[in-house]
Every structure is written in C-alpha cells, then in structure tokens.
C-alpha cells in the first residue's frame, strides 16, 4: 500500500496460518466436504493504543465481497470450514496479508501498527518490522537475514535497515526463540524506500525439563553422592524397596539378595554371607548392633535408600584399620541412609 504523499510502499506479512487462529474459536483444520458455514468475527485494533479501527476494509481470497470494520472495529462473515487467506487494509496503516483456519464460530483478532514518520528519501532501503501476530507486539532481537547474506537484528522497536540493494525481490528469513522461522519474498520499489512488517506466529518450543536436585550436605561429607555418581553400590536399594520388602521386618528385605544370609536369634536379626562371614549393617554412618540397636528395630519408612557391597568392593572408609600387616578381612557391608539426614524427613 502507497501512503499517500510519501510514496512508501508497506506490506506486513502474516507467516502462518497458526498464528491467526485466536484460542476462542479458529483452529487448524482442513476444509470439510459440507456446506456448513460459520460466523467469524474480525476484530482490528492499533497495535500501540488498543484502539478500534473503524473503515479497515478486509478483503478475504475466494470472495468477491469486501467487508468494512465499523465503529468497534468489527466485521463479520459468513465461511465454511476450511483455510483462507485475507488482507486487511487502512489509512496510515500497514496493510497486512495472511491466513487462518476456521473451524468453528469465533474471533479473529488482527493488530495492525501504524506507518509513523519514514525517510522515503533513500532510494534501495529496505526497512523489516517484525511483530508478533495476534497480540502486534514488537520483537527486538530477532534474527533478519537476506538471501545476499546480510544479517541484522532488530532493535527495541523491532526493526532492521537494510542498504544498497538491486533487484526487483529480496528474499526475507525472520527468525526469533519461541516463533516460527519464516522466509518471504519482498518486492522492492524501484528509487524508493520499502518498509515491510512480518508478523511471527508463536511456536511451540519444547524445552528439556530441568532438574533441581537439593543434595544433603551430611551425605556429601560421607562420600554418599560420589559413589553414587561413580555407581560404586553393586545395589541400590529404593525407599520402595526397602517397604514393600520389609514385611514383617527390615530383615526380611535381604532374604532376597543373592549371597546373604539373615541370622536369627528371637526378635534380633544380624547379615552374614553362606560361609558365615559376618556382614556389618550402618546407619547414617554408625555401626547398627551398638547401644542396643538392632537391624528389625529400624522402620523401613524411615530409610530414604541403602547401598550393598559386596565381598572386596567394600569402601575404603568402613575397612578394619586395626592391623595393616594383614590384608583387611570384610564380607561386604550394608549402608542405611535415613530420610532425615537426606533431608526428606
């Protein structure tokens, strides 16, 4: 469209047919074999004042008719089912071209942005805008580049200059995080400044989740989140584990394991291997079978995991340091990890 007394030619460019479709009625959907037709309400507002533009006129492709936006910026019309392509023109606006789906009854909201004050002075000047379709908020920092090879960003007001160019058509790729990359053709003016403004539809972006992990400091002094990242327990036994396998008692969970052995004297349980090997149990750090404690007086709900070694793959730490003359006699070893000092209880 040509402003008059300027003779700037601005066309927006609207890259998908997504980026039209509003949440309260238009939808992605291929056009249906029935005659069924739906009300569709357009509604165009100035991007920067939220105004109503009364005497837009909206042209939509396949119709002869043209429809006038009027006092609340409103028009409706009567499709079927299917994609449509339309153009929206006014006054000191930049005319704006793209596509939308219907599906049902609904709203069609269409931002445009006006012209502003432009030097059509400079002849072989591209001037991009890039917006955000739907809501016409600018986009700074997108990613304009030219088939040439010329690349720019745009600036707080979302746009990028381009000089010196030849031809009849510049090949436009936009690009911005979180909207669909899209590339268009522009027809440049001949002796004369081109300004063009590409609405960007919103895309999908899916991200990789994030992972917060709060590490218990009393485990990280005891060498707990090392051996784990270096999968230095030949078992790892879950919280889930330990309770569904812990009936009646927490004993009972290493019936299960090959090489171990519970022994029982009445209520008290202590681990050895087949040949008799006495297999040491800890919790939180400290040896159970002292000051009373016994394995089957420890609940399993209150354990958050436990690490199993096996014979020879005992950590260096839990060894007998008593006799250094002889090679260290261990069984393997059991390490309980309570809920509370892994800062769950």
Known sequence: MTKAGTGITCVAVALSAASLAPPSGLAAQEPEQDTTVFRVTANLRDADTNEALMGALIEVAGHARRYVTGMHGQVGFDLP??????TAHKGGYATLRGDFRVERAGNLMVMMHELGEVDTSIPGRLLVRVAEFGSGRLIEGAGVSLSGGQARMTDGRGWVEFRDLSGPVAEVTVQSFGYETRTEPISLQDGRTTAVEVSL???????????VEARSRFLEKQGVYWRLDHRWPDRLLTREELIEQSEPYLSDVFRHLAGFQV???GHLARLATYSGCPIPVFLDGRPVGLAGLNMNDIQAEEL???EVYDPGRVPGRYLPIADYREPPHECGIVLLWSRRRAGKG
């Open 263 to 265: 022994l029982r004297t």
């Open 201 to 211: 539809a919103i895309d999908a972006v899916v991200l990789a989740p994030l992972e």
């Open 81 to 86: 089912a299917g994609r449509y392509t339309f």
């Open 304 to 306: 958050e995991f436990a």
